[in-house]
């Protein structure tokens, strides 16, 4: 506990882009095969620095298989509401969820070149206290540390619906499941929310079965991936309303609420539309009433493409998908950022009219067909993936790999780890850092980001910006 | 200035006390400003706050006023309450941990917070020797009348405690709320916030300390 509020919680979005810059950057380290433990990468971004976009510390894990995908902090700002009680927290450690595994590792990154191993929290527990499994993303919220998880109970994760569930944000003792009533969800994979306006809003991507061990193209094909999102009542802990975006919009994955809490709106990416290949970004909002809408905003079309470019799986299409797999909003609400895994492109929306979203610059790099070299000619592999953005909203770092299984089957081969930053225009555009690249060791792929002292997906705030 | 006058100054400052920290809510009164783009919402805010600590206050200082019908037990009614707020005090020390139940509440229901909040951190036991003490103070007028004058007598002082106490409460919790909403901007929540955890629990032990020492 400190005396202070910790000077990372910021009450609004507004004073966290003031905040000085990140000079540190933690990156998720997976070993696709299970052949070595995962990792904690912790890498300098201070362009100041003699070290600058190398990896200057690493945690390794004990196990091997964990496959580390999202993580997120013990404390944010949303600990600055006296609602919670929790205003004197430290930001000191990362949660980190093994999502093939099951099992969570808090490393205590208080001082960040000697990151350490705080707890593990093993999978027995997790199953036992919660009837979840694999577990995914972290928010800091209200009552806690809440886990969103892809699987129920059982060995392969069906046995009963995914959900979320609740640790305890001092000892990380796990406190038991999140929902009182579901209503319909039945799968689940990303979750966020408006403290101040108490509600939450959560996605789905699939079941175990339907990603573990690889995509399956007749469930994709049949539409048997998620394609809802649903409101909840946050403290209520109550599903609310249930908006399906229609059975071809399959995989509705990350959600994004406009940071400033007075605004009731936010996006939703959507990974693929099985009618005709297009990636999609919907926009939700809540109305005076209480209810919520959700209207398609933006579509990225297919490029066409020769058969023999293609992996067996696109082959037929004769085209290669933009695969929507991340989207990352500005703090100050007005940029989206919008990974397109399959073609290669990290595109930049102004939504500053969420209704009405313009592109507002692109970078080329990787993809299935283009395989686009970064400016420094090294080959990035895969395509741009986990997208993460400054406080000031002038930086944006990405990393390559989707999920483990998802990578050999549209991108067969080892492509390696990446992570690489883009500089933002002062009216938008975005350009590749020539300088910024990132060496991982060998055998690794990169996942995650989250920036020293919070981040745009990582941080909730409890006053407007006003 | 005599023991009476010094114990409504207590009733005060504690009132004070409570209402310039930020976890007492003012900031919800701010949120609540800003989020609806009207200052209206500032006061509603505050009045709702208002409302649930001074039913905290109430809940607490009532049974202690019933209780003081037994005249004769007076000194040891002061005894355990000063007693029981030292215990607080000291739980609270040892168990740092902040009820986790607030958290559920929702945003939308103020006073009902304000309320568990006052009962949870003991905020109405603290009032409870100084209230008692103001009894005492009047004592010897009081000492000959039956019982449901005094009772009624004691319920009057126990409200005007709990009013005067809230008032001083609400006063400077809504002066800082004010000044942030105008003119100090949010920053000033983070800088301001000091974590009294051990303060307000040292404050609970001390207060039953020094009821202790001049109970006589």
Same mark, same amino acid.
């Given at each position: ?466 | ?10 009733? &005060? ?5 409570? /209402?310039?920290?930020?976890? %007492?809510?003012?900031? @919800?009164?701010?949120? $609540? *400003? +800003? ?9 509603? &805010? ?5 409302? /649930?600590?001074?039913?905290? %206050?109430?809940?607490? @200082?009532?049974?202690? $006023? *019933? +209780? ?149």
């Amino acid at each position: 506990m400190n005396l202070r509020p910790d000077p990372t919680f910021h009450a609004t979005p507004k004073l966290a882009m003031e905040a000085p810059a990140e000079t540190l950057a933690f990156t998720l380290m997976l070993s696709p095969d299970g052949s070595q433990p995962d990792g904690l990468a912790i890498v300098d971004v201070d362009p100041k620095s003699k070290t600058y976009s190398q990896i200057v510390h690493q945690v390794i894990m004990p196990n091997k298989g964990d496959e580390f995908h999202h993580f997120g902090w013990n404390a944010c700002s949303s600990a600055l509401s006296p609602l919670t009680g929790h205003a004197f927290l430290e930001r000191r450690y990362l949660i980190i969820p093994g999502i093939r595994s099951s099992r969570i590792y808090v490393i205590d990154v208080k001082e960040p070149l000697k990151a350490k191993i705080h707890k593990v929290i093993e999978p027995e527990e997790v199953f036992a206290k919660t009837g979840y499994s694999r577990p995914h993303t972290i928010h800091c919220g209200p009552e806690g540390i809440y886990v969103s998880t892809l699987g129920g109970g059982g060995k392969d994760g069906t046995d009963g619906p995914p959900g979320i569930f609740i640790m305890d944000c001092e000892t990380f003792d796990i406190l038991g499941r999140y929902e009182m009533d579901r209503g319909i969800q039945d799968k689940h994979y990303d979750f966020w929310w408006n403290l101040p306006r108490d509600y939450m809003v959560s996605s789905e991507w699939g079941l175990p079965p339907q990603f573990e061990n690889g995509i399956v193209a007749e469930d994709l094909l049949s539409n048997k991936y998620g394609h809802t999102i649903h409101f909840w009542d946050l403290r209520g802990r109550k599903n609310v309303q249930s908006i399906d975006l229609g059975e071809n919009h399959q995989m509705a994955l990350e959600i994004r609420p406009a940071h400033d809490p007075a605004k009731e709106y936010g996006f939703c990416g959507v990974v693929v539309d099985t009618t005709n290949l297009q990636g999609a970004i919907f926009t939700w909002w809540r109305n005076s009433d209480g209810t919520f809408e959700a209207k398609k905003v933006i579509t990225i079309d297919p490029q066409p493409a020769d058969p023999d470019d293609l992996p067996d799986l696109l082959k037929g299409f004769s085209a290669v998908p933009p695969l929507v797999t991340d989207i990352d909003l500005s703090l100050d609400d007005r940029f989206l950022y919008v990974a397109c895994w399959g073609t290669g492109e990290m595109h930049q929306y102004d939504v500053s009219d969420p209704m009405n979203p313009k592109l507002a610059g692109k970078v080329e790099i990787g993809g299935i067909v283009k395989k686009t070299p970064h400016p420094n000619g090294k080959t990035f592999g895969y395509g741009p993936q986990m997208v993460e953005i400054s406080r000031d909203g002038k930086r944006v770092y990405w990393t390559n790999s989707l999920y483990s299984t998802w990578d050999d089957q549209f991108y067969p081969g080892e492509g390696g780890a990446a992570m690489v930053m883009a500089n933002v225009g002062g009216n938008g555009g975005l350009t590749l850092a020539e300088d910024f690249w990132v060496d991982f060791p060998d055998g690794y792929r990169s996942h995650q980001i989250r920036l020293e002292g919070g981040d745009c997906s990582t941080d909730s705030f409890c006053y407007p910006s006003v | 200035m005599n023991t009476a006058t010094a114990l409504w100054w207590a009733v &005060a400052a504690s009132g004070i006390y409570h /209402g310039v920290n930020p976890g %007492m809510g003012w900031p @919800l009164a701010v949120s $609540a *400003a +800003l989020m609806d783009r009207t200052r209206g919402s500032l006061y509603k &805010a505050l009045l709702a706050l208002a409302v /649930g600590h001074l039913l905290a %206050m109430a809940a607490i @200082l009532f049974p202690f $006023a *019933a +209780l003081l019908v037994l005249v004769e037990w007076q000194r040891q009614i002061q005894v355990g309450a000063a007693c029981l707020v030292i215990g607080l005090g000291l739980y609270l020390l040892i168990n740092r941990r902040h009820p986790r139940f607030l958290a559920r509440v929702p945003p939308s229901r103020l006073a009902l917070w304000s309320f568990l909040a006052a009962m949870a951190h003991g905020a109405g036991l603290m009032l409870v020797p100084i209230y008692l003490g103001i009894c005492r103070t009047i004592e010897t007028d009081a000492g000959h009348a039956a019982a449901d004058t005094l009772m009624g007598g004691n319920v009057g002082i126990a409200m005007i405690v709990a009013v005067v106490h809230t008032f001083a409460m609400t006063l400077s919790g809504g002066a800082i709320a004010v000044g942030v909403y105008r003119w100090l901007g949010l920053k000033f929540l983070s800088k301001s916030w000091f974590n009294l955890d051990v303060v307000w629990a040292l404050s609970l032990v001390l207060v039953g300390a020094i009821s202790l020492a001049v109970i006589h």
